[in-house]
Structures are given as C-alpha cells and as structure tokens.
C-alpha cells in the first residue's frame, strides 16, 4: 500500500504542477501580444488553374479543385493589396506537394523538390514566404504541384502579416492541440519514468506501460498533425513521418493496452486484431524505406480497418462486463471497467467523427481537406487518457483489497490465536527456509515456567493471562528478531540473523530485567522460563533444525539445573 500512495502522490504532484504551469503559460502575455500590424486574409479574388482550366474572381475556400494525385498542377494569382505591414511575410498550408511562389513572374521561394528526391514525399507544412515592402501592386503567383496519389483537395487561405505576429497567431490558434499534445507526452513520460517501480511493486503489471504508450503516441499525433514538431526540430520530414506513422500506431497501442487486461477468449481476439495493425504498420514502414511508395498513401486502408475495429472491440468489453457482473460483487472492479469502456468509447466516437469528416472534406465537399481538423480526437484523447488512469486506480485498489484479504487469511494460518506470534507450522516454514543458507542465525528456545501450577491453582483465564504477558515480554527484548513464535504450550522460539554469543549475553540480561521489573508489578504470578541458545556456525550444513534441537538441549539441561536447586532447597528446608 506504501508504494501505491507514493507513487499516486508523485503522479498527481507533478501533473498538478504541469497543468498549472501551462495554464499560465497559455494564459500569459506571449499567448495574448497584441499584434504589431493585422493579418490580412487574401482569399478572393484570385485566378485559379487546375485540369487545364482556368477560373477568375476564386474564393479560395469554394474553389473546387477536386483531389490533386500525382503531378496535378494547380496554380493561383491574384495581384495584391496595399496593406501597411512591416517586415510582411506570406502565410499559407501546403501538403505532400512541390511549392513555387512567384512576383511578378520572378521566383522567391521554392519548396519540396530536394525533400521528394531524398524521401520519395514532401512534408506537410505551414509555408512561411518573405515579402518586399514594395509587394503592393505586384502579381502573385503560387504554383502547388503534386508529389503523391490523392495527395490534397482544396486550396488553403492565404495571409500576409508581420512575421511575428503570424508566428503568434498560428500558436494561439492551436492552443487547444499543443496544450493536449504536451500533457499527453509529458504524462507518458512519467509513466514510463514509474513503471519499473510500479511493476516490480504490484504484481508485474504491465498496463501502466501500455498505458503511457498510448499517451505518448496520441501526443505525438495530436502536435504532428497540427504541424506543431516544428517547433522542436528543423527536420521538416520528421513531422509528416511521426503523423503517419503515430496514426497507424494508434490502434496497435490501444490493443496492446486491452490484452493487458483481457483473458481467455478476448484476449485471443484483441492479440489477433493487434497482430493485424502491427503487421500492417511494419508493411507499410518496409515499403516505405524500400522506397516503393510513402508512408503517406495508406491511410485508406487504416481508416477501413479501424471501422471494423471498432464496433468489436466495443462489443466485446460489454459482453464481458455483463459477464463479469453475474461473478463478481467488487465495486472497484464494476467503476474500473465502466471507466475504460467510457473513455473508450468516447474516444472511437470522436475519433470516427474526424475520420468521417476528414473524408467527407477530402473526397466530397467543396473546401477540400485542408479545412479539416482533429479536435474531436483530441479531446477524446485526453478524456480516454483521464479514463485509463482511473482505471488504473481502481484496479489497484482492488487488487491491494484482495492481496490485503489474502495476507490476512495467511496471518490466521501461520498466527498464534492466543498471543498473535508465529505458530508452530510457521516456525518450522521459517527453519526450513534458513536451512542450507550461507548466512548466520541464532535459535533460543525457552520454557515457560508455572503454566501448569497457575492453571491448576488460579484457573485457565490466568494461566492465559501468564502466557500473553510472556509473549508481550518477548516481543519488547527480542524486537529486532526475524522470528518471534510460539510452539505450543508453554515452548517459545525466537529466530534472529544477528544475534551473536556476545549479543545474546546482552540480550539474556536485558530479558532477565525485563522478567524482573515485570514480576515487581505482578501479584498473582510470577515470569519466569528456562532457555537454551545456539548458532548455526555449532551445527554442520547450517541445519536449523540442528541448531533448534541444540538450543532446546541447552534449554532443557537449564530446566533440570534448576529443577535440582529447588529440590535440594526443599530438602534442606
């Protein structure tokens, strides 16, 4: 129980201080700049050319370009504006296509062909193209060529401002992703930081490292997608290919995290849909690197698989949580798998949302993809995230209520009723376990003295109350002891690895006083025992057995000495 508060308190702690700390962040001066000029937005106006026609007076969010594949052309012009903007740059979206900007048919930027040839595709990106302050007046030109199969439909908007106000604006715009996208990895990170601990402490489980597999891959996903890596590397190719490459990962990682908690026929089904991603994944990074065709052209076939998926898996968890009711009475089991069915389900809801959207804008509708988003998906990540944590939780609790249960029932088992020291079946579980081992150990035996007599004399209540006393006795001199037990009757044991012959000089003195201060207070009885002490370096082959039957030697040759001296002192009397 120890490590489990420890770790939920480090969990919470750090994430406590995240979220505050990017609420301020976002909530900060950087996020809400007033702009220095406006950001204008170029978007009619133009003249538009695709499939060998041209179409004047475009409203870039209406033109219906269709899909461009590969080596379509569209080109779009538009002479500009006079707009009072210092240090102006031109701010638009391109993806998986070769970019020329011209003025006044004079090239001054170019983007895409290098990436093609070295990576066989081009990034997605926001271009970022620097204007002269003399721009107005002047024809603009911006040719997007093709590079893949069905590789965009729909023109993005295109805006002249201020470089850094442009800058700005794209992260304030994205706010929501790149929030979602850091607490995701940022959680995954420490889950990937506790989980030897945790799984070295709680039973080898491994959900929590398929729990921050998940986290890390909707992260990556979430910021990729929204062109947000940029911000922490100036490989541009990295960012479409951790896309991609994290959206097909997606499936796998769920799967994995639901055959972590899955058993018998489940399991078999969730291992065979997981082998089917995963082999699907490897396929298409192969014939990626082959460079037989990207990683880019084959979301069809993941958004085709993920339909049928989906409503299994869904299936599945509430059929086995129909059954599991019918067994099970644990309300920590009930809320865990109500969470994780919750969270998922809202997470495949939001994410189909954004599936069917993203197709109905790249395949039918007139704005083309490029006005699609993820945000269902996003939110849907962070609460099936909250959800697998939850579940986390009170699967743990669950488990540390049964393994409480199951200590318990073993502490009846190998526990004295009367005095809550070992037993007997303990002692000699614990002598058993010692035998053989390199390491020293001690035994003292002991024999109580006047059970008998109190019992016959005083009643069995007393003679009860005689033996816990001696038991409480033993317990404040010998704390440091491995084992403290009872044997039955009146025969006691103490166990000890660092018990030497000088030490256990110390120790017969401090119990003798202990006897001692005891008997002062005691007016019906008195303590009083016989005992034997004996090491393993007196028996061959470390025998505790051996070394137990020395110590009671020992204690019982100390009863007669003593049995004889009352005796002669009777006679002499």
Not at 208 to 229: E, F, H, P, R, W
Not at 510 to 515: A, G, K, R, V
Not at 546 to 551: E, F, G, P, R, W
Request: proline share 2%.
């Amino acid at each position: 129980m120890k490590y489990w508060n420890r770790f939920i308190l480090i969990l919470v702690t750090a994430m406590t201080l995240f979220i505050i700390g990017l609420n301020t962040l976002f909530n900060s001066s950087f996020f809400h700049t007033q702009n220095k000029d406006p950001i204008y937005v170029l978007s009619e106006g133009w003249t538009v050319t695709y499939s060998g026609s041209t179409y004047d007076n475009v409203v870039l969010s209406s033109a219906n370009i269709g899909v461009q594949n590969f080596n379509d052309v569209v080109t779009m012009s538009i002479t500009l504006p006079d707009y009072d903007v210092s240090a102006p740059v031109l701010y638009f979206a391109s993806a998986l296509s070769e970019v020329e900007v011209s003025l006044d048919d004079k090239v001054i930027y170019t983007f895409g062909s290098d990436y093609f040839e070295r990576f066989t595709f081009i990034p997605k990106i926001y271009n970022n193209v620097a204007l002269p302050y003399n721009f107005a007046g002047r024809k603009l030109k911006i040719t997007l060529t093709s590079k893949d199969v069905t590789a965009f439909s729909g023109l993005s908007q295109v805006y002249i401002g201020n470089r850094q106000d442009i800058s700005l604006w794209q992260l304030q715009s994205l706010r929501l992703p790149l929030f979602v996208g850091i607490f995701l990895i940022v959680f995954a990170s420490l889950l990937f930081i506790l989980a030897p601990y945790i799984f070295l402490f709680n039973n080898k489980d491994i959900r929590i490292v398929c729990s921050a597999l998940i986290s890390m891959d909707l992260g990556l996903y979430i910021l990729s997608y929204n062109k947000l890596i940029y911000l922490f590397t100036h490989f541009l190719i990295l960012n479409t290919f951790i896309e991609f490459l994290s959206l097909y990962l997606v499936p796998s990682c769920i799967l994995l995290y639901l055959c972590s908690i899955s058993k018998d026929t489940n399991l078999k089904i969730f291992l065979f849909m997981l082998l089917i991603n995963i082999l699907l994944t490897v396929s298409v990074v192969i014939i990626h690197f082959m460079r037989i065709a990207p990683i880019t052209r084959f979301t069809s076939i993941l958004h085709g698989v993920a339909f049928i998926e989906m409503p299994i898996t869904v299936v599945i968890i509430v059929r086995d949580l129909k059954q599991q009711k019918k067994v099970s009475t644990s309300f920590q089991y009930y809320a865990s798998e109500n969470i994780i069915l919750l969270g998922l389900i809202i997470f495949m809801s939001f994410s189909i949302i954004d599936i069917i959207k993203f197709n109905v804008y790249k395949y039918m509708s007139i704005k083309g993809e490029v006005y699609t988003d993820i945000n269902y998906m996003t939110i849907g990540s962070l609460v099936f995230m909250i959800c697998v944590l939850l579940n986390y939780l009170f699967y743990t609790v669950n488990s540390l209520n049964l393994e409480i249960e199951r200590l318990h029932l073993v502490g009846l088992a190998y526990s004295d009723a009367l005095t809550g020291l070992a037993n007997r079946a303990r002692c000699e579980q614990v002598m058993e376990n010692l035998t053989g081992t390199n390491g020293s150990f001690s035994i003292v035996s002991m024999d109580m003295d006047y059970l008998k007599k109190t019992n016959d004399s005083l009643g069995h209540e007393e003679g009860d109350r005689l033996i816990v006393g001696f038991a409480t006795i033993l317990n404040q001199v010998f704390w440091d002891a491995e084992l403290i037990g009872r044997m039955g009757g009146d025969e006691f044991i103490v166990i000890s690895k660092d018990l030497s012959s000088k030490g256990w000089s110390k120790k017969l003195h401090e119990f003798n006083f202990t006897i001692a201060e005891w008997n002062k207070k005691e007016t019906k009885f008195q303590y009083s025992a016989s005992i034997g002490f004996a090491s393993s370096s007196e028996a061959p082959g470390h025998s505790a057995i051996d070394v137990y039957m020395l110590a009671d030697s020992r204690m019982y040759a100390m009863k007669h000495q003593r049995h004889m001296a009352r005796e002669g002192a009777q006679v002499n009397v």
